[in-house]
């Protein structure tokens, strides 16, 4: 089986970032990969700089909501988050579809 993780805040991108790590230890131990792509998206720049595996360019660690939280998240504002990941959909949808083929996406 092949997954797509994608992580949605701090949690889900610290949770994403541990599937990367045990992708990375599959590939290194048995030569296989589970994990073809690996995403997380937040409204925090620090905190998508704080994960350790997740690859650190824009089409893996997706910065959504810029033009109203600067980079600095939503504070626990719930409705925000789900605001701003609406109207920045297309950016997350555009970083899954470069992942190679998968069969089975999980959101955390």
């Known amino acids: 089986m092949k997954l797509v993780v994608i992580g ?3 949690c889900g991108g610290r949770v ?3 599937f990367a790590r045990i992708n990375k230890r599959a590939r290194f131990q048995r030569g296989i990969e589970i ?3 690996v995403f997380a998206v937040n409204t925090d720049a620090a905190d998508l700089s704080g994960l350790q595996i997740i690859k650190s360019d824009y089409q893996h660690r997706i910065l959504i909501g810029g033009r109203k939280t600067s980079g600095h998240g939503v504070g ?3 409705e925000l988050g ?3 990941a ?3 959909s297309d950016k997350m949808i555009d970083a899954i579809r470069t992942a190679r083929r ?3 996406t999980d959101a955390f």
Do not use: C, H, T, Y
């Open 8 to 10: 949605l805040g701090q």
């Open 16 to 18: 994403a970032d541990e």
């Open 35 to 37: 994990i073809p792509g």
């Open 76 to 78: 626990k504002i719930n």
């Open 82 to 84: 789900a605001e701003v």
């Open 86 to 88: 609406r109207e920045d």
């Open 102 to 104: 998968f069969f089975e």
